[in-house]
């Protein structure tokens, strides 16, 4: 096993709210009664007792940007691990997922903050905050058919031998390459043990102080407990993320049935005799993706996304303001534009690409821009309405963005700031044709 002082991140988990109900999630998701949101000083005092490790802070749920404090949690991180503002994802891309993956990935060494999240409605209303702050960003809109094996079949209803547990548990692939937590419950060596002690009413974790994560092994105690409840480490049944079934034993249902989950009151969990196991049908403990290996495993669909744009309300660039009600509450786009039938096209091509809604983006004589973006929305909520004539204004120079459409059907994902290089790339995607 590894100690929290040696992993590359540790969560701060704020709340098990997620719109999602994947099989056999390490979160848990769906067997909670009820809800929660950890709340501002929790949070603050989990920063803080983390000021002296090195590692990446990340922040999980859940679907952590549901939180009602999410922006106030993420300011309060970034004044105090990152301390500058992080310049991403402000140029359209239309292929997300390598845009994020060469910008963001898991094996940067200079991250401070992270952020674990599903790509639903609430990193679409976040993500200029999202990509000032989190250097680093684990991304997965679950839509994928991903395999996820069991994490509730305990090794001791299965009739495996105590001794070869524990050195299987010692090995587990979560504990030696994912995370140790903190809930609003305490500190944990394992954000799997920390979900359950969440979700079963457990005793709690460690005080949340400096130094929690110094701890060995032989030090972990009572939490190596959730570890015999948990069979991450196990040869286990797998089954696809998006079937929305648990695998379970009968000692594990009943458990479930105690805490009133709703996974469970719902039929949506598999019971599994213990008498019908054999550990040679299952492969799962192989390595550090067991748990969401299928092949090749697509994080992002775009053709299915949730954050790429919707809906573009035209707006006359001779008005002086626009009026709240008049262009669909604003969670969508807006092209101030004076020729509707140029904006609406452009529009078209647009919702073939992700957008920064904090961003204002020029094309030709049009104004294009979100009325979530932090430079817009005070007015927009407290008068309902904006004016027009001073919009370019409110923007920070860096997130005034030129774009042109044509280049955008060219160029992919890699935006170089530098004219020479665009050309060499333009050159050579015109060679390549022909």
Not at 116 to 144: A, C, P, R, T
Not at 291 to 314: C, E, H, L, T
Not at 418 to 424: C, E, G, R, V
Request: net charge positive.
């Amino acid at each position: 096993m590894r100690s929290p002082k040696d992993a590359r991140n540790i969560q701060i988990d704020i709340t098990n709210q997620c719109p999602n109900r994947c099989s056999n999630c390490t979160r848990l998701c769906g067997h909670h009664k009820e809800s929660f949101f950890m709340d501002f000083e929790t949070f603050k005092r989990a920063v803080d007792s983390l000021e002296d490790w090195n590692g990446v802070i990340g922040i999980i749920g859940g679907e952590p940007t549901i939180h009602p404090e999410f922006e106030r949690f993420a300011g309060y991180l970034s004044e105090k691990r990152v301390r500058k503002q992080v310049d991403v994802l402000r140029r359209p891309t239309n292929e997300f997922q390598k845009y994020m993956r060469h910008h963001m990935s898991d094996k940067r060494g200079d991250a401070k903050a992270g952020l674990w999240s599903s790509l639903n409605y609430g990193y679409y209303k976040h993500m200029e905050v999202i990509n000032e702050v989190f250097e680093k960003q684990l991304l997965n809109d679950h839509n994928n058919a991903c395999l996820h094996q069991a994490a509730l079949m305990p090794y001791r209803e299965l009739g495996i031998d105590e001794t070869k547990f524990i050195e299987m548990r010692d090995k587990c692939w979560i504990q030696n390459t994912w995370s140790p937590c903190i809930t609003p419950k305490g500190a944990f060596f394992c954000e799997v043990a920390g979900a359950l002690d969440m979700t079963f009413g457990g005793p709690g974790g460690w005080k949340i102080e400096k130094g929690w994560y110094d701890r060995a092994p032989s030090e972990f105690g009572e939490q190596l407990k959730w570890c015999e409840m948990c069979s991450l480490c196990l040869n286990v049944p797998q089954r696809i993320s998006t079937d929305g079934r648990d695998d379970v034993t009968p000692g594990t249902y009943k458990e479930l049935l105690r805490i009133e989950s709703p996974k469970a009151l719902q039929g949506k969990v598999v019971v599994h005799d213990p008498r019908d196991y054999k550990e040679e049908q299952y492969h799962t403990f192989t390595g550090k993706n067991d748990y969401m290996d299928a092949g090749d495993n697509k994080r992002f669909d775009q053709s299915r996304s949730n954050i790429n744009p919707k809906r573009f309300y035209v707006v006359d660039i001779r008005q002086e303001k626009i009026e709240k009600n008049s262009v669909g509450g604003g969670i969508d786009w807006v092209i101030v534009s004076s020729d509707q039938k140029k904006a609406l096209k452009a529009a078209e091509t647009l919702k073939q690409y992700i957008l920064n809604p904090g961003c204002l983006y020029i094309y030709k004589n049009m104004l294009i821009f979100n009325m979530l973006a932090k430079a817009v929305r005070d007015d927009w909520n407290t008068l309902g309405s904006l004016c027009l004539t001073d919009l370019r204004s409110r923007y920070p120079a860096g997130k005034v963005i030129r774009i042109n459409l044509f280049d955008l059907s060219r160029v992919s994902w890699i935006y170089k700031m530098d004219l020479k290089t665009s050309i060499k790339i333009r050159l050579s995607r015109i060679m390549n044709k022909q």
